[in-house]
């Protein structure tokens, strides 16, 4: 139980277009979901915070306008990143906490999305 | 400082050794401390997880927190090629929204 997809697995694109990922938790209701990015041999960097139906809530840092988080229903998250730049290249990784799911509030981590803008 | 320091490695051993993998760590709130396995290319998965000070078992992987020392280890007994992944350490503190603090990640190399 407790599976979490994520679709692309892998996207190319050209620089100046949007790129959306769908977060998705398949056997629970995700009240909560995280967006996370990772680079190659660093550790995983909290984007966002989303609670379905409210607006994200972003770290530090983050654009909100061009990293757009909308998390319509217990069971997906999208994040769209806009205007894509090579500096945006990363892994891009979800993770989803349902009530009563796990222990502790367990995160449950998505296989993560490749970015990459040429 | 960071929050939480994990060498990256890599660490490289021969089947069947025990591995050690350690994170220290700044802050005495963090109640909570868990340990990821992350294959390349994929997301974390949850290898276990500690509350507070002592051991924990689970077949071939212990976890041991010494909160007093701020560090947390854990142990891979009879390595297999196969626990060949990036190790990260997490941890939350006891309240509010347990949004972990990761480390960097220590890459395993288990060669046969």
């Known amino acids: 139980g407790a599976v979490v997809s994520q679709h692309p697995s892998w996207v190319i694109c050209k620089s100046g277009t949007s790129v959306k990922i769908e977060c998705r938790s398949l056997d629970f209701q995700a009240t909560t979901m995280f967006w996370y990015r990772q680079f190659p041999k660093q550790s995983l960097m909290l984007m966002a915070t989303s609670n379905e139906g409210s607006k994200a809530t972003y770290e530090q840092g983050v654009e909100k306008d061009k990293f757009l988080i909308n998390h319509a229903s217990l069971t997906l998250s999208t994040l769209t990143v806009t205007s894509a730049h090579p500096e945006d290249s990363s892994f891009y990784i979800c993770?989803?906490?349902?009530f009563g799911q796990g222990s502790y509030n367990e995160q449950f981590f998505g296989p993560g999305t490749r970015l990459t803008v040429l | 400082q960071k929050e939480v320091e994990q060498d990256p490695g890599p660490l490289s051993v021969p089947e069947g050794a025990i591995v050690s993998l350690n994170c220290t760590y700044s802050?005495?709130?963090?109640?909570?401390f868990m340990w990821y396995r992350q294959y390349s290319r994929k997301g974390p998965e949850l290898l276990m997880y500690t509350y507070s000070s002592g051991n924990k078992e689970d077949g071939r992987f212990t976890a041991q927190v010494d909160k007093s020392s701020k560090y947390i280890s854990l142990f891979i007994r009879d390595s297999q090629p196969s626990d060949s992944a990036t190790y990260l350490c997490a941890m939350t503190g006891a309240g509010g929204s347990y949004i972990p603090t990761f480390g960097r990640g220590t890459s395993l190399i288990v060669h046969p």
């Open positions: 993770s989803a906490r349902g």
């Open positions: 802050n005495s709130a963090f109640q909570y």
